[in-house]
C-alpha cells in the first residue's frame, strides 16, 4: 500500500526536526496553524502562528542544548488527521534527562497544510517539570 501524502509530510517535517532544520520542519505548516502544547509548563498553552511556533521550538532547543530528540514508532495518517507515536528524549544543560513516550496529533487542511499539533506526553506533570527546569 502507498504511503498517505500526509504521512510522508509528517515523516519528512519530523526528520528535518532531528536535523535541526526548523525551515524543513515547518514547511507544511498552515499560516495560521497552532501548537497546543499539553501541561502547565512555561512552555505550555497554545502557540498560534509560525513566529510563536518557532519561538516556542527555539526555547526547547535552547534549554535542551539541542539534545532533544523525537524517535517515530509509527505515523496514522489519513487526509485530514495524523497520529505520531514517538518516545522523546532529551538532556537539560544542567544534566536533567527526560524519557518518555508521547503521541502527537495533527489536523491538516485541504491544500495538506498543518494546521494544529497537540503534544500529548504521557507523564504530563514530568514533562512539565523537566521544560521548567525542575
Same mark, same amino acid.
Given at each position: 500500500?502507498?504511503?498517505?501524502?500526509?504521512?510522508?509530510?509528517?515523516?519528512?517535517?519530523?526528520?528535518?526536526? +532531528?536535523?535541526?532544520?526548523?525551515?524543513?520542519?515547518?514547511?507544511? +505548516?498552515?499560516?495560521?496553524?497552532?501548537? /497546543?502544547?499539553?501541561?502547565?509548563?512555561?512552555?505550555?498553552?497554545?502557540?498560534?502562528?509560525?513566529?510563536?511556533?518557532?519561538?516556542?521550538?527555539?526555547?526547547?532547543?535552547?534549554?535542551?542544548?539541542?539534545?532533544?530528540? +523525537?524517535?517515530?514508532?509509527?505515523?496514522?495518517?489519513?487526509? /485530514?488527521?495524523?497520529?505520531?507515536?514517538?518516545?522523546?528524549?532529551?538532556?537539560?544543560?544542567?544534566?536533567?534527562?527526560?524519557?518518555?513516550?508521547?503521541? /502527537?496529533?495533527?489536523?491538516?487542511?485541504?491544500?495538506?497544510?498543518?494546521?494544529?499539533?497537540?503534544? +500529548?506526553?504521557?507523564?504530563?506533570?514530568?514533562?512539565?517539570?523537566?521544560?521548567?527546569?525542575?
Amino acid at each position: 500500500m502507498a504511503q498517505h501524502p500526509n504521512e510522508a509530510r509528517v515523516r519528512g517535517a519530523y526528520d528535518a526536526f +532531528l536535523k535541526a532544520d526548523l525551515d524543513g520542519a515547518l514547511a507544511d +505548516l498552515a499560516d495560521d496553524a497552532v501548537f /497546543h502544547f499539553n501541561g502547565e509548563g512555561p512552555n505550555s498553552g497554545d502557540h498560534k502562528g509560525r513566529a510563536a511556533i518557532e519561538a516556542a521550538l527555539i526555547k526547547n532547543f535552547e534549554l535542551t542544548d539541542g539534545t532533544q530528540a +523525537l524517535d517515530i514508532h509509527g505515523v496514522y495518517a489519513d487526509d /485530514h488527521h495524523a497520529v505520531v507515536a514517538l518516545r522523546e528524549t532529551a538532556t537539560r544543560t544542567d544534566g536533567a534527562k527526560l524519557d518518555m513516550e508521547e503521541a /502527537h496529533v495533527l489536523t491538516f487542511d485541504a491544500d495538506g497544510k498543518i494546521t494544529n499539533l497537540w503534544d +500529548l506526553p504521557s507523564d504530563p506533570e514530568m514533562h512539565d517539570r523537566f521544560f521548567d527546569g525542575r
